[in-house]
């Protein structure tokens, strides 16, 4: 399975314990559910099922639906995808945001990352998307995309308006678009996380959620985090060794028990009296260190 980044949206694969999220996000809204198939809300013993729904597509095929994860609030806003359409050969681009995130340009740019895919890892040839023929908006999003109207299609037990795009039609734009591997294990191994060195002598393997991240350091002697801030709150655990740290003007030697809480947008530095081993807790997630 992978996840992609976008300059605004992380697109992932659906977990189970998505289902409440998703419930109140898509399947509650009227207005949402107006232009999907059913047209109207659906009840919360559905919600589990659609998870799995969309697992058994990635493991079937090797590509599937995603949640769309606002990066700006960690927010999990919609679904945005490719799948079979039932029954048929066809590969269907599809996607369906939140009401408080139209009008943004968001599903396009969700819609753009889903065909880049398709097209430049899966290899497709041409991809569909069909859409409920008084949901003008999800038309003009295929009509930016380069997709172009091939008449109509028979899906979801109806016949609907249908547009194509073929890798050689398709333009990618130069946006950001970063592909990597997503596993939906619950369990880590840390001696099979890669290390990092995210500044001299300051090394790191991380874990991310969609709202945080785990960052477990070793610190060379003598190492130096220079001053800065960020807007992620902070809980840094001390493990082993000395760490001279400033938080907000004040300075303090952490051995290991203790912890510095640092909030948001605070400067704050760090000196390694020795080595040291620390775990750092943000939130939310550290999109630079994915």
């Not at 679904?79 to 968001?106: H, M, N």
């Not at 880049?116 to 295929?142: K, L, Q, T």
């Not at 596993?183 to 191994?189: D, G, R």
């Not at 969609?210 to 960052?215: A, I, S």
């Amino acid at each position: 399975m992978h996840a992609i980044e976008t300059v605004r949206l992380r697109l992932r694969p659906f977990r189970r314990d998505d289902a409440e999220v998703y419930y109140h996000t898509l399947m509650t809204d009227p207005d949402v559910q107006r232009y999907l198939p059913g047209g109207q809300p659906r009840p919360r013993e559905q919600a589990e099922p659609q998870m799995v729904h969309f697992q058994d597509h990635w493991t079937q095929h090797g590509f599937g639906g995603w949640a769309v994860i606002h990066k700006a609030d960690g927010a999990l806003i919609g679904q945005c995808g490719l799948q079979y359409v039932a029954g048929r050969p066809e590969i269907e681009l599809f996607y369906a945001l939140a009401k408080p995130y139209w009008g943004r340009g968001l599903a396009p740019e969700a819609a753009r990352a889903a065909l880049r895919y398709g097209f430049e890892i899966m290899g497709f040839d041409r991809i569909v998307a069909v859409f409920a023929p008084e949901n003008a908006a999800s038309e003009r999003v295929m009509i930016k995309l380069g997709m172009a109207h091939q008449g109509t299609l028979e899906a979801y037990n109806t016949v609907l308006p249908c547009y194509a795009i073929t890798r050689q039609e398709f333009r990618p734009g130069d946006a950001p678009f970063t592909v990597e591997e997503y596993s939906l294990m619950p369990f880590q191994n840390l001696n099979e996380i890669e290390s990092r060195e995210v500044v001299p002598g300051i090394h790191g393997k991380f874990a991310h959620t969609d709202h945080m991240t785990v960052g477990h350091f070793r610190i060379e002697k003598g190492a130096i985090l220079p001053e800065h801030a960020h807007p992620h709150e902070q809980i840094t655990n001390m493990i082993e060794g000395q760490l001279e740290m400033t938080v907000g003007g004040e300075t303090l030697v952490l051995t290991p028990g203790q912890v510095a809480v640092i909030p948001s947008n605070v400067t704050h530095s760090a000196r390694a009296l020795t080595e040291c081993r620390v775990i750092d807790v943000f939130q939310p997630a550290r999109e630079d260190y994915k």
